[in-house]
Structure formats: structure tokens, C-alpha cells
């Protein structure tokens, strides 16, 4: 008996585009969000490298905390279609995939119109390249 809560859903770059859409709103909330506690950190002090320290305080300020608790949010909404956000600061969405029959992920950046790159799964470069036509893209489970 396979265990369905180690697979993951295996994205194509038809069924990526298809959910730009709905994801598209849910990344500029967590966009808003983001500008929201970086303006606030600012107000109050904080520089940007200051947000370890702010987060381990043992009372976070109720604002940080109301906008920590959003950001939150809108990473489960668009994890629960099967995304990985790869990226708040840069905006980025990683769709699971088999590329060759290897694990990698298509990756999606805000502002772009479609998918057009990808990476290597465990690849921590953060390098992105691009989507080429013979590459198997159709699986639809891990296996």
C-alpha cells in the first residue's frame, strides 16, 4: 500500500498556466503583506537584517504578529493547490514536475505571463532555466 500523504501533486506547464490565475491574487496579498511588515519594521526601528531578532522577542508586537498570521495564510492557500513558494521576497512559485523522469520544478516568478523556466529539485542555486520542447513534462505522480 502506497502512502498518499508522501506524493505530491506533479504539475505540467499546461496545468501550471492554468492556475496562474488563481494564484496571481493570493501572491500580491502575500506581496501587500510582505511591504506591510517591512514598512512597519522601518517605523519602528528595525532594519531589514533586524527580522530574526524581531521574531524571536518573546512578545511579537500584535501588528507584526496580525501580519505574520496573513503571510501565513496566504502561503497554505497557494500550497494547498500543490505550489511551493520558492520565493516571498522575489515573488516566486515552484510547481512540482518530472523533467527527463527526474524531479524538478517548473518555476514561475510574479510578472511573468506564463511558465518559461525551471530547476532542479534540491537545487539550491537558485538557478533557473529555461523551459526546452523535448523535455517530458506530462507525469502526473510521483512515483
Known sequence: MTDT????????VEEANELLPEL????????????SLLAWMQRS???TDDLDRLL?????HPDVQSTLDQMSQCVAAIEQFG???NSVTQSRIDFPTMINDVPA???WQYGE??????????DE??????????????RSQLN
Open 125 to 138: 542555486s537558485g538557478e533557473r532555466l529555461p523551459l526546452v520542447p523535448e523535455s517530458s513534462l506530462a
Open 24 to 35: 496571481v491574487p493570493l501572491l500580491e496579498q502575500l506581496q501587500e503583506a510582505c511591504r
Open 113 to 122: 505571463r506564463r511558465v518559461t523556466h525551471w530547476h532542479a529539485a534540491g
Open 105 to 107: 520544478f517548473l518555476c
Open 56 to 60: 524571536s522577542e518573546q512578545q511579537v
Open 83 to 85: 505550489c511551493v513558494v
Open 5 to 12: 500523504s508522501q506524493r505530491r501533486r506533479v504539475f505540467t
Open 45 to 47: 526601528g528595525y532594519s
